[in-house]
């Protein structure tokens, strides 16, 4: 029975995981259907934020009750906080995503996102978290895999190529384009991809500020619920500026509705309580590892039902930043388990010392 326990503690993250991938990559088709379609992406992000935090909110107060004596005081520094997280993290992050998912494709998505361990360690060089040891294994590892990551962003941004499968049925492509919609207009693909590069920076940055946010509140749920509240009241008001006419804030599909209702559910409130709970029981590396995993939902689902939108410079690119992505993980793990062995080192060495310094007493 334990054996049997210890197998599903592990088998059980590793297909939840690999589903929320699967969700987010459907999601992401869906929404990019709708955008093409006529919703405005700044309304679907107003919506879906606006809807994830009613829902997110209220759960975040009623977990961990018995701690509330011990809870941090809410200062103005800490809403400064809130509000810088929720304006880089839902208005800037969002709103570049969705907007370069509108000239692009969700494998372009999926490719860029790939790029967040790059700007990860970029953003802990500048900003001093990390000491470049070039000498170190784990750097150079990491270096390796950035170099490869910037090389598979490049032929995913700027090359193409020829169609993976060319379909000749015409009719069938204009069929499928009326209810799913995967790739856009090839003269904004640059554009495109340089709009998903920036949210992807932002999310980054938005990660770093969010750690740094948690060790001083330590309660991650209201952390989210508060950049949550703060990012949507933001994004609302960027919206209304550029939305201006009532039309485009009006849902005119039920199919629209589902979506909103959806990537809100899925990517506002599961997604978020799945990422903390595993990220606690499995530690910070695990959660990262299934990235990759929607490099083959995306080509699945292109290979299947989008023929004629899947490019081999899309493959090969996407394919070229999830090596460079899996080696920067790798390298992270070797450079932790450096730091872990240098410690261990200085503790025996600190070790050794004392018994020393005890004798040296005892003859004086």
Not at 64 to 81: A, C, G, N, Y
Not at 83 to 111: E, H, R
Request: a positive charge; one cysteine or more; aromatic letters at 12%.
């Amino acid at each position: 029975m334990e054996v049997n326990k210890t197998k599903m503690s592990e088998v059980l993250p590793f297909i939840i995981m690999v589903i929320m991938e699967g969700w987010t990559i459907g999601l992401t088709i869906f929404a990019k259907t709708a955008i093409t379609n006529g919703m405005s992406p700044l309304v679907f992000i107003v919506y879906t934020n606006a809807l994830a935090t009613i829902i997110l909110f209220p759960c975040s107060f009623l977990t961990h009750q018995e701690d509330r004596k011990e809870r941090p005081s809410f200062t103005f520094s800490l809403f400064m906080r809130f509000l810088f997280l929720g304006f880089i993290g839902i208005t800037m992050t969002q709103a570049f995503l969705f907007l370069g998912l509108s000239y692009s494709s969700p494998i372009l998505v999926c490719a860029m996102g790939h790029l967040i361990p790059t700007f990860n360690f970029l953003l802990s060089v500048i900003f001093r978290k990390t000491e470049m040891n070039l000498r170190s294994p784990g750097m150079q590892v990491q270096l390796i895999g950035i170099l490869v990551s910037i090389m598979g962003a490049v032929v995913a941004e700027f090359f193409k190529g020829p169609l993976v499968r060319p379909s000749s049925h015409d009719h069938l492509k204009h069929a499928n384009k009326q209810y799913l919609v995967f790739s856009s207009t090839p003269e904004f693909w640059v554009l495109g991809g340089a709009l998903l590069a920036a949210s992807f920076f932002s999310l980054s940055i938005f990660n770093l500020f969010q750690k740094e946010t948690v060790e001083r509140y330590p309660e991650p749920m209201k952390v989210l619920s508060y950049s949550n509240l703060l990012g949507t009241i933001l994004s609302a008001i960027v919206s209304w500026i550029v939305e201006r006419e009532i039309n485009v804030w009006k849902i005119k599909r039920n199919k629209d509705l589902i979506l909103i209702v959806l990537t809100a559910l899925v990517g506002g409130v599961i997604r978020p309580n799945i990422h903390v709970w595993f990220t606690r029981i499995k530690g910070p590396l695990y959660v990262p590892l299934f990235k990759p995993f929607g490099i083959a939902f995306a080509t699945t689902f292109a290979l299947c039902f989008f023929s004629n939108s899947l490019h081999y410079g899309s493959v090969i690119g996407t394919t070229t930043l999830g090596m460079g992505y899996y080696t920067v993980m790798y390298g992270q793990i070797k450079g932790n388990e450096e730091e872990t062995s240098c410690d261990d080192c200085s503790s025996d060495s600190l070790d050794k010392k004392i018994p020393l310094l005890q004798e040296k007493m005892e003859e004086v």
